[in-house]
């Protein structure tokens, strides 16, 4: 009896302790902004209320429209950026507006010609809201999305409120310096591919490093930028996300190969659109087919991909998301862009006539080098003095420990 009631004690000791463990490690999880509701509610009673928002905008498996609602607070209109405020539409599809079906308030698209709300849509507006999980990649347009929103509240004289969320790709910093020259929605400021910091931090900075330009003198009073910060976060945390952030980025793989594997974007391979894989696998069907094979085909977010209906050979780099992680290794990788170039027959005509991979490179430097058969280390050499000065210049701006 005695021996009972001693391993009894244990047992319950023990499951004391791992209740307490686990609910350690769910506290200590991170949590995005706008699950901080005491935060920022008081900040919106009462007032009218427009929200940038798109199918990642959730709080608790709700989208954060809904529960503002519930909430009792005043939406008067909704802005959503590429992809739609569903989050189903092609990447670059125009995108126009309509009205949400289950509110009843109006979505205006902030992309294509309409890039900024207008003064006179935000003439009923008291605050503006944004709240949109970006992954952390320069080429990634919600943070051009998101500069168009602040010159809009500047110009208005509307207080800015950002619901801070987790940078997936927020542990390092990597890859080469936007040159002004190539400045576009796909890279409008010179920061590196990579540049680690949330959507609160690099607002933060746009505005702390001037980079509005003429738009930053003349801002109204009444502009205000507010940022209602992530909880548990630090800038080597390992944030999956709940809500793919658009139709291509289907699941952290996806997430972790895309600075990388976006280059192929600016190439005449498929990077992997219209397949179960995107930017996981990348190909053509002039590569050697000893290589893996596979076909894009139209679907939903990608109903015309590159090569549609096309058999490609080419690599999967899919695995575990560990395996991703490691191969990845922290670095913007071109090992694959240049393995791709080594093979592809037709070197000419490699990349697109447009030269779009410099817009999505940043700069010219890139192409140049791989025509002329630069080693993977000359090219990384050639980034390192940008990604100081910039490193330097993020630290200012940091909400999260690194």
């Given amino acids: 009896m005695v021996k009972f009631s001693f391993f009894k004690s244990l047992l319950l000791v023990f499951i004391g302790i791992t209740i307490q463990a686990g609910a350690t490690a769910q506290q200590s999880f991170p949590e995005p902004g706008a699950h901080q509701m005491a935060e920022y509610l008081p900040l919106l009673k009462g007032k009218s209320v427009a929200v940038f928002a798109n199918a990642t905008s959730v709080v608790a498996n709700k989208h954060l429209v809904d529960t503002l609602k519930k909430a009792g607070i005043n939406i008067t209109k909704i802005f959503s950026p590429e992809h739609g405020f569903r989050g189903n539409a092609d990447a670059g599809e125009k995108v126009g507006s309509e009205i949400d079906p289950e509110t009843g308030i109006k979505i205006i698209s902030l992309y294509g010609q309409h890039l900024a709300p207008t003064e006179q849509e935000l003439n009923d507006v008291d605050i503006m809201v944004f709240d949109i999980q970006d992954v952390g990649v320069r080429f990634y347009t919600y943070i051009s999305s998101l500069e168009y929103y602040m010159v809009a509240a500047m110009k208005s004289g509307k207080p800015l409120l950002i619901l801070d969320r987790p940078n997936p790709n927020g542990f390092y910093v990597?890859?080469?310096?936007?040159?002004?020259?190539?400045?576009?929605?796909?890279?409008?400021?010179?920061?590196?591919?990579?540049?680690?910091?949330?959507?609160?931090?690099?607002?933060?900075?746009?505005?702390?490093?001037?980079?509005?330009?003429?738009?930053?003198?003349?801002?109204?009073?009444?502009?205000?930028?507010?940022?209602?910060?992530?909880?548990?976060?630090?800038?080597?945390?390992?944030?999956?996300?709940?809500?793919?952030?658009?139709?291509?980025?289907?699941?952290?793989?996806?997430?972790?190969?895309?600075?990388?594997?976006?280059?192929?974007?600016?190439?005449?391979?498929?990077?992997?659109?219209?397949?179960?894989?995107?930017?996981?696998?990348?190909?053509?069907?002039?590569?050697?087919?000893?290589?893996?094979?596979?076909?894009?085909?139209?679907?939903?977010?990608?109903k015309h991909p590159k090569l549609e209906d096309q058999t490609c050979y080419g690599w999967d780099l899919s695995g575990t998301n560990e395996e991703v992680l490691k191969e990845v290794d922290n670095h913007v990788q071109v090992k694959w862009l240049m393995k791709a170039y080594e093979l592809f027959p037709d070197k000419a005509n490699f990349f697109l006539a447009n030269r779009y991979i410099n817009k999505l490179a940043g700069t010219d430097q890139l192409a140049d080098q791989i025509f002329k058969g630069a080693s993977e280390t000359e090219i990384r050499k050639s980034w390192e003095p940008g990604l100081e000065a910039f490193k330097k210049t993020r630290k200012k701006y940091l909400i999260y420990p690194e």
């Fill in 174 to 302: 990597d890859g080469p310096i936007l040159n002004s020259k190539f400045k576009s929605f796909v890279g409008m400021q010179p920061v590196p591919i990579v540049y680690g910091m949330t959507i609160g931090e690099y607002a933060r900075m746009l505005l702390g490093e001037g980079w509005l330009g003429a738009d930053t003198v003349k801002k109204k009073t009444g502009f205000e930028l507010k940022v209602i910060p992530c909880r548990n976060y630090t800038h080597q945390s390992r944030y999956h996300l709940p809500v793919k952030p658009s139709p291509n980025l289907p699941d952290m793989q996806s997430i972790y190969l895309y600075p990388s594997t976006c280059f192929f974007e600016g190439t005449v391979l498929s990077e992997g659109r219209g397949t179960d894989k995107p930017f996981q696998i990348f190909g053509h069907p002039t590569l050697p087919n000893i290589l893996i094979s596979f076909k894009p085909t139209s679907r939903t977010g990608a």
